[in-house]
């Protein structure tokens, strides 16, 4: 097995334990411990809870009662989907070395799972647990993509979206960030996945959401939530999985894994009182869904940030996220009038990017980090530059692909339903169900 | 024999009930309906998307009556079901020509 | 404490441990590791969960509205009631010596479980953990064959047909196949509960369907789930729960555990997709229960196999199991008219006995496995002969006691409620509450 | 950073430990062990899923449809302003040496967490992760009194109150019984938090309840419950995350910890079955919500006592729990009239009455226990008199504070809505939200 | 024409519908109501606090028929609804005196 | 006075309105309703097993006018709710004797 791919992932997502080993039993040759191990099974099973059952609840609930299935049924799908796609050939095309080309994209040697095996080890955990690790964050990133595409996208051509979007976008991008492509090399700070997730998912979701066209009746037929006690289970259960998600891209037990859990925390915190403030303040109420929305937008910031930001980052990085997110699901999305309809661009990609960006400044030691970058110069100015380019490409190179795709499927078989179908929901019309009598 | 048929705000039902028992009224029928009328929808907050909800939930009342009560459940309901404030509701009154009462077969006012 | 029973249980439930143990730190003097009991005490966690609130949230979504409280409180009972049976006496019997009946059953040394303290040990865990750890399945199985009584059978009369059915049947099997009985002597394969629990539990419905009889309107009235999206959430929290029965079967956080969970997740994934496809293909729409009932079938498939079986393994077994379920709960259960409602039979007894007998073929190190059982010859057929008799035995002696158990039960009092109570719901006749106004 | 602390605490809580250390790697100098570490990282996400969304559900599923949103976010929003304040001060205030006033209440050294690092430890775990699993319990336990708020308090009166309340009565009663005030050198046992936690908020429940006054139209007119499938999946949340509440209070992955979550699933089971009992036998049925209320008392209850009491004391604890808060909440609370709407009284203040004496008894070696706290003498009697002690000064100065806490706030913003506001009911009046439409 | 309205206990409504079919029945109006009337409401109980539920779920259907029907379809009503207990519901007969179909314009009794 | 019961399809239910306010009505009474008539119902499937839900959505609008606002109050909804496919819809009127406003006391079209 290839030793590379362990020491980039690795040194990728727990920089920071490097700089903090005294006390902990570093694994000199790579040794299986199993107190690492029973967190990231742990982990991975969190991750896939903030899937199904939280992001299926979280979006569930905010559609109007005729499209609730299809919402959780077009979660549960990418769930299955990306499962096997990954097994096939995601993990190997964005953890693998992809010799020539490994600046971009990994290879195919590990197609279908081949080598691993009940000793293989990633660091000091079994490479199954890595993998299947891996493989929830390869899950949740194309489910938040739903968020944009609510209540009139064909559920085939979601689908074959989606699985393509995942092959020709996810796992070059993780690659590039957390597989030894690049980016990697350039020293880009992605703890948990600010721009291989959030960023990646919000942008794909915009770009969907424009060639999708707006919803039918939309600003003029009121589209009441089906349920707002599902859309705060949702909002809870991926707070309570984020942990795994941020705590667990540590990939051990540790004190990175301590300090990811609490800043995550803090963060969280922090970004939904910010929310719910501001709404109180500027339009009278607060509200659960602001609260709630606010929390996913501070977990969504912290998350490049998690293992390397101390208490003030958590702190500040919730507050911005908190404030931003707000304005641009509120305010910015009305005037520019496309139908992202439960904000992935507004929540994820704007969360994201201000998460990244921070992530460059607030790991500096001085102010509370665990250190900008090794591969950079030590001056928070480069750093911020690393993480702008990081930023950057990841917009420019997702919203093309995406387009693409979007375009060809078009082209295929079409990407809306009918109108009929979409007036009478796409529970019955696509699924034969529905909620509820 | 008449059908009353009332409108009125949910949470005077129960005190209409209590109006109407001392009549001997023994039967009606509730509904959850909604209204659109003077009164101003409540406003919702969806992600700060305000919306003004039109329809706000009433209560409707179906009552057949005996020619001589209908005066004094009118009366009743009126007085029980009044705040004062817009959007207390209607009442409505129109014909009955026959009543069965499915269980014994009775008609007329008999089977109310 | 008797030792014997730690070899068995260690041996029958994580042979593939043994196979494997470079690299770990083999316990050869027992030893507490912090690691293995961190995994087993979140594992326990992990499968409480199942049953509540998962497993009465995805029964509970399918029944009608008036039943739906009396569904959950099913599940909710049995949860607390096996939990006594278990310290009473159930642990002893299904894992302490049995003396002259071991072959069958264990002794009852360990009732109140005795002899439990700070100090001892199961293997590197404590064994408060392993007998809690265990404690949870016994209540999940008994919950499973809640699916076949639903909307008809007495509060009462259920508690105590699960109550007798858990010390009867499932310490007896679980002695057999885990707690150094015959089967384990003969080397069945059964990883995590292929026979124990649901073929055990899907016979048992099936048998008590039958003698129930089938619901009032069945067939004529229309019975719509009250709620699918509670199915849903049944459904993934089984999922997610499922890491802990799974990858907690391997008693420790190692590469067995870890493969576990890998397979687990890739044999979900292809049943769910594979319930959708096939329904797509044949009926012309997709449905959310459709891919919940898959990612369970597959869920149970892989139960027995999850430790020993590799890639090529878990995907065969989803396939299958995705497949011959659907044919099952939507074809052949018409067909022959029980009225199994929620499919306990259809989904956990087919699906377990797919999952029971493939095991004994992906096992093979050839084909992807571990090896198959070291107690047997080296052929797959002599190991299929072993697997097949493991659930013909479970079949034939779970379907007679409780057939028993049921004919008793009838006679001193009677197992269905009124025609009234059935008319009026369970919820209101037996539990005077109802799901909402 | 000062090891004063590092040592109370673990004494405190895990004073168990000491007796039971053979066969445990037991840290000498302090050194992070990574199987402690993965088990607190996992009971930390668990305690935090009790309160959102756990008791949001359990507690939202029980109030009348025009104010489960109101519930959801009181929740909430108590979840993100603890998190904060914790941070703030709430952590120093209850876990550092207080100097001359440590008998009562910690110090301000570590206020904003200042000094957790990377590297900082708290007995075999990272100090970051002992802050947060410690900062979950600041949030659930106010989360706790909001039972007793329901309906009718202000959400801006709500916030200054409970942000108050975890200041001036949850930090310092912390610090008293687990943080090296006088309490805990005197010996009370509260392993996971009998009076730190629950006696503490049902009290507070009590007052804020009696100066709220009753609900409008309480008595007169039905308030049917919402939905309790909400509460349901909220009692089997609370009841799997309990497992890191006491499971997790033994800081590490232990014999402690196992002994504590079987006790706790053992206690749980006994205590629902009784209220489930009682209820049938007095009242003709057994309710879904009779038994949640029951398993809930019973986790209360065995809450001080899990990691101290073996299998005796849980049975028995379980029984006496289940029937007592059975009879409060049931007969008491009309005969006196308070309007504990969700009753935090008769549960938690009640369940952890009992729970807290009981422990003073079922600790004991001879009954199954663990041993009565080192401090005291070794009678029974000495270590029941020291656990009302511990009880009766919480009950005391918990509701002369929380009752001067809430005069001044009635004095400068008022409590109580508005009647408008109360009819028409919260989630409209004030969130401007509504359920479904 | 005259309108039907029958409050009967809601699972009665397939074997009505059933019985309607024959008649050529093509259409009708349900919903769900709550009916207070002389059958006792159930007990529900809330933590021990037992309360009787005093309004009862009925299903409400309306049907527009023409005058010559009018008796045949209150016939099949009371029969197939008719169980003998107490709660059985009531058949209410009034008078419509226009029908349009919205899809067509048809009016009268083309209408139904 | 005159009621008019118009059953519509749900996603009409805006239009109507919007239809209706040039007319000066202020208030009407909205419920949700099912439908049985010639419109086939959709096919719901549950584990496989297929079944033809007979009662459609519909929403039910009852609203008392004037008797001179009555005819172009009918044809506005026939307008505003057509979609020409089957399941449109039904417009039934009938008479109303009189009619309270709660609030206020007022009677007759004064009411409304
Ligand atoms: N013409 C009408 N026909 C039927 N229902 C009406 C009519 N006008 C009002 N209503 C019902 O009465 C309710 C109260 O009417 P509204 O105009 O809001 O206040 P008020 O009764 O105080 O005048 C409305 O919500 C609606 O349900
Ligand atoms: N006067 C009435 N007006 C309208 N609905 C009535 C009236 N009386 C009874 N009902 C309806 O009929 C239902 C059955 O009536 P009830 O008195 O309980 O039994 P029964 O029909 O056997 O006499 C009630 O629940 C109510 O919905
Ligand atoms: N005779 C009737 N009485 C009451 N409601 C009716 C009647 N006929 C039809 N309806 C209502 O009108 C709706 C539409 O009728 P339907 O026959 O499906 O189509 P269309 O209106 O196009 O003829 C039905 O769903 C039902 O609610």
């Known amino acids: 097995m290839g030793n590379a791919k362990k020491f980039f992932v690795t040194s990728a997502v727990s920089m920071a334990m490097f700089l903090s080993s005294a006390g902990m039993a570093f694994a000199e040759e790579a040794k299986l411990d199993s107190g690492d191990t029973a967190w990231m099974l742990t982990s991975t099973a969190l991750v896939l809870m903030m899937t199904i059952p939280g992001l299926a609840m979280f979006y569930g609930g905010m559609v109007r009662k005729k499209n609730v299935l299809s919402m959780a049924m077009q979660n549960f799908a990418t769930a299955c989907l990306m499962t096997v796609l990954w097994m096939a050939i995601g993990y190997s095309l964005a953890f693998t070395d992809g010799g020539d080309l490994n600046a971009f994209v990994g290879g195919v040697d590990q197609a279908f799972l081949r080598g691993i095996g009940l000793n293989s080890l990633s660091g000091t955990i079994p490479e199954s647990v890595f993998m299947t690790f891996q493989m929830t964050f390869a899950i949740i990133t194309p489910a938040l993509i739903i968020g944009s595409l609510v209540e009139r996208m064909k559920f085939s051509a979601m689908l074959w979206f989606l699985g393509l979007w995942s092959l020709l976008v996810y796992a070059p991008i993780a690659h590039m960030v957390w597989g030894g492509g690049w980016l990697m090399g350039d020293g880009v700070q992605d703890f948990a996945g600010g721009t291989v997730v959030h960023i990646n998912a919000g942008i794909a979701g915009l770009i969907a959401a424009l060639m999708l066209g707006r919803r039918k009746g939309l600003g003029t037929q009121p589209m009441p939530p089906v349920n707002l006690a599902y859309t705060m289970i949702g909002a809870a259960l991926l707070w309570v999985g984020w942990f795994g998600f941020n705590a667990g891209s540590a990939l051990a037990a540790n004190g990175t894994a301590g300090m990811a859990m609490a800043v995550t925390q803090i963060a969280t915190g922090v970004a939904a009182l910010a929310w719910m403030g501001i709404e109180w303040a500027v339009r009278g109420k607060p509200t659960l869904l602001g609260m709630s929305s606010g929390a996913v937008a501070g977990l969504v910031a912290i998350t490049p940030a998690a293992g390397f930001v101390g208490m003030p980052g958590a702190f500040v990085i919730g507050l911005v996220a908190g404030l931003a997110c707000f304005w641009t699901a509120v305010y910015m999305k009305p005037l520019l009038g496309y139908d992202d309809a439960l904000d992935a661009f507004g929540v994820h990609a704007v969360g994201g990017t201000i998460g990244a960006l921070l992530t460059g400044i607030f790991s500096a030691v001085i102010l509370g980090g665990v250190g900008l970058s090794t591969h950079a110069g030590h001056s928070i100015l480069v750093q911020l530059w690393i993480q702008a380019k990081g930023v950057g490409f990841t917009i420019v190179y997702d919203a093309i692909v995406t387009f693409i795709i979007l375009k060809v499927l078009d082209w295929a078989m079409g990407l809306r339903v009918s109108e009929d179908d979409e007036s009478e929901g796409l529970d019955i019309a696509l699924h034969g169900e529905q909620l509820y009598e | ?112």
């Open chain 2, 1 to 112: 024999m008449k059908l009353i048929m009332a409108i009125i705000k949910p949470f005077k039902l129960d005190e209409v009930r209590e109006a109407l028992t001392p009549l001997g009224i023994q039967g009606m029928t509730v509904s959850e309906v909604k209204g659109f009328g003077r009164q101003k929808g409540q406003t919702e907050i969806y992600r700060g998307a305000e919306y003004e909800v039109n329809f706000l939930p009433k209560v409707k009342i179906e009552l057949v009556v005996g020619n001589d009560q209908l005066e004094r459940v009118v009366e009743a309901i009126k007085t029980s079901a009044h705040t004062g404030k817009i959007g207390d509701g209607k009442i409505f009154v129109s014909d009955i020509e026959s009543a069965v009462r499915i269980r014994t077969g009775e008609t007329g006012s008999e089977a109310l």
